[in-house]
């Protein structure tokens, strides 16, 4: 059993920066491809980044593309999510999510997920 927890959301100004943090249990984290989706007030819930389990493909949804990044520390058993030009449409809650041996596309079948980190832009 993996658990995942988020933190570093909040609120920031449109233009502006964060990073989020999920700290992963287990002594298994690099073997386990990361992702990060999130889900806005009445829509659904959307891939936004993944990282192949061996660290070296990332993924990204287009509209985030050249402004987020997704890295991992497996010494720390930490994935982040580096969210640069925060946009209003960025306001969400965002979930980290790990699948064993996996791809970290959006199609992959993620088998553990945190339980979110409210991050609201404003104008």
């Known amino acids: 059993q993996v658990q995942l927890v988020e933190s570093g959301g909040g609120l920031v100004q449109a233009g502006g920066s964060l990073r989020l943090s999920c700290a992963a249990s287990g002594r298994t984290f690099s073997t386990y491809a990361m992702a990060w989706f999130r889900q806005a007030p009445g829509k659904e819930r959307e891939f936004v980044a993944g990282?192949?389990?061996?660290?070296?493909?990332?993924y990204y949804e287009d509209s985030v593309k050249g402004r987020f990044t997704i890295s991992r520390d497996n010494a720390k058993n930490t994935v982040y999510l580096q969210m640069n030009s925060l946009k209003l449409e960025d306001t969400a809650v965002y979930y980290c999510?790990?699948?064993?041996w996996g791809s970290g596309l959006p199609s992959d079948d993620y088998e553990y997920w945190g339980q979110g980190t409210q991050v609201t832009v404003s104008s």
């Open positions: 990282m192949h389990w061996r660290g070296v493909l990332t």
């Open positions: 999510v790990a699948n064993p």
